[in-house]
């Protein structure tokens, strides 16, 4: 059973350009969404989280949609650099289940120069 | 970095012997995890800790074990290892259940 789940699987993107990610997820009760961002060979490094009363967070070049009424969140990645090729995860979890993440698929981010 | 450390970080082993994995942290956080990484899945909660002594069960929990007998230690053990247990494992720490995590990184083990 898939609870959250993440497309596109891979995306290239030019320098300079926008890369998104799009989420879905089923489960009503999820109260945190974060996505991760991972190089090889490392862990997952949380980059931006966002909680349903808010519609939109943004962190520098990052930036999180949320649309509690279509069970959707998505990643923006403006003005994309080489530097930022990874595989991104989102995750969604429930305020008082223990943090216990229930991850997409990943995202391979490739950003040419 | 958090101050976690995973032990060993690449692991190759034999069908039926049994595998622990260490998860060592720094700071003192009361909540451990450990996930495991497949292609196609992302990554799946096994089991987690909420304080020494005190686990449960994540959802792929079958075939694993752990145990925590003092805050900085967080043990994952394989009792008899199966080649479907092949795969990255990641540990994470966290202050609190509704705090962000930190995740170390990782330890791989192959199991032949």
């Known amino acids: 059973q898939q609870q959250v789940k993440q497309s596109p699987q891979s995306l290239i993107v030019q320098k300079g350009g926008i890369s998104i990610i799009n989420c879905a997820y089923e489960n009503t009760a999820f109260d945190y969404f974060p996505w991760y961002q991972q190089f090889p060979g490392k862990g997952p490094a949380l980059l931006i989280a966002?909680?349903?009363?808010?519609s939109e967070k943004k962190e520098g070049r990052f930036t999180i949609s949320f649309n509690k009424s279509a069970k959707q969140f998505s990643l923006h990645i403006m003005d994309s650099q080489p530097g930022d090729s990874a595989t991104y995860f989102c995750?969604?979890?429930?305020?008082?289940?223990?943090?216990?993440?229930?991850f997409g698929q990943g995202t391979e981010l490739s950003v040419k120069p | 970095d958090a101050g976690i450390t995973q032990s060993p970080r690449h692991k190759v082993t034999e069908t039926g012997t049994p595998v622990t994995l260490r998860c060592h942290q720094t700071e003192n956080h009361r909540y451990m995890y450990w996930y495991r990484q497949d292609p196609g899945h992302g990554l799946r909660l096994i089991h987690y800790?909420?304080?020494?002594?005190?686990?449960d069960k994540g959802e792929v929990s079958d075939g694993y074990s752990v145990s925590r007998s003092k805050t900085e230690d967080f043990l994952l053990t394989l009792e008899s290892a199966t080649s479907s247990q092949t795969s990255v494992y990641f540990c994470?720490?966290?202050?609190?259940?509704?705090?962000?995590?930190?995740f170390g990184d990782g330890t791989r083990l192959s199991i032949l």
């Open positions: 995750a969604a979890s429930r305020y008082n289940q223990g943090g216990k993440l229930i």
């Open positions: 800790s909420y304080g020494v002594k005190d686990t």
């Open positions: 994470a720490i966290s202050p609190a259940g509704n705090q962000p995590q930190h």
């Open positions: 966002i909680r349903p009363d808010v």
